[in-house]
Every structure is written in structure tokens, then in C-alpha cells.
């Protein structure tokens, strides 16, 4: 059974970088789509990005791309989001979700395997 744990989160000012963690465990990654996720109060949950099985296709939400970047380790069995040039509106609960053999889809119906979320909290 798949586990994910995120990790990474934390308080930064506006234009800072973060990278988030998403550490796998129970099986191989290289196995899973992999998708990253948000959810500000009292919004619904979207796709930030997300990769397809073997990496055959990447996938930005239009807010983010051009300053987020997703990638996988699979010696450490982890895939990353780097966050740059963070702004106030990406403050939310980020999570890592992942599906076996799936496509790099911005849909969290896709996925069936969750993290349990970490905060990220952009503000001067």
C-alpha cells in the first residue's frame, strides 16, 4: 500500500521560494502518476501540477506555471514541487497525490493515494 508524506511547508514572504517534499513509501514511484494539489479555506481543492507515469507528459495550472516546477528522485523515491516567486493567493494546503499508471491529469478524481497535506502560508 502506497503512503505519501509531505513535508516542506512554512511561513515565507512574498517573491520567496519553497520546495515541498513528497515522500513515498510501500512502493515505487516510478510506478505512480504524481500530482500536486491545493486547498485554500474555504475554496475547493485544485491542481497545481502533476506528471504522468514515466514522465511522458508534465502539467501546470496556468496560476502557477513558469514559477513552480515539479520532479522526481527515484534513488530517494520522493518528487518535489520548488515553489518560486511566491505570492499571498498560493497560500493553502498543499498535498501530493498519486495513481498507478495514470496520466499527468489537474483532476483529484484521478487520484486515489493522499498525502495528509502541508501549509504553506505566503505573507510580509
Known amino acids: 500500500q502506497l503512503q505519501l508524506v509531505e513535508s516542506g511547508g512554512g511561513l515565507v514572504q512574498p517573491g520567496g521560494s519553497l520546495r515541498l517534499s513528497c515522500a513515498a513509501s510501500g512502493s515505487t514511484l516510478d510506478d505512480y502518476a504524481i500530482g500536486w494539489f491545493r486547498q485554500a479555506p474555504r475554496k475547493e481543492r485544485e491542481g497545481v501540477s502533476a506528471f504522468s507515469y514515466r514522465i511522458t507528459s508534465t502539467n501546470y495550472a496556468a496560476s502557477v506555471k513558469g514559477r513552480f516546477t515539479i520532479s522526481r528522485d527515484s534513488a530517494k523515491n520522493t518528487v518535489y514541487l520548488q515553489m518560486n516567486s511566491l505570492k499571498p493567493e498560493d497560500t493553502a494546503v498543499y498535498y501530493c497525490?498519486?495513481?498507478?499508471?495514470?496520466?499527468?491529469?489537474?483532476?483529484?478524481?484521478?487520484?486515489?493515494?493522499w498525502g495528509q497535506g502541508t501549509q504553506i502560508t505566503v505573507s510580509s
Open positions: 497525490a498519486a495513481r498507478k499508471y495514470g496520466s499527468s491529469s489537474l483532476s483529484s478524481t484521478h487520484y486515489n493515494y
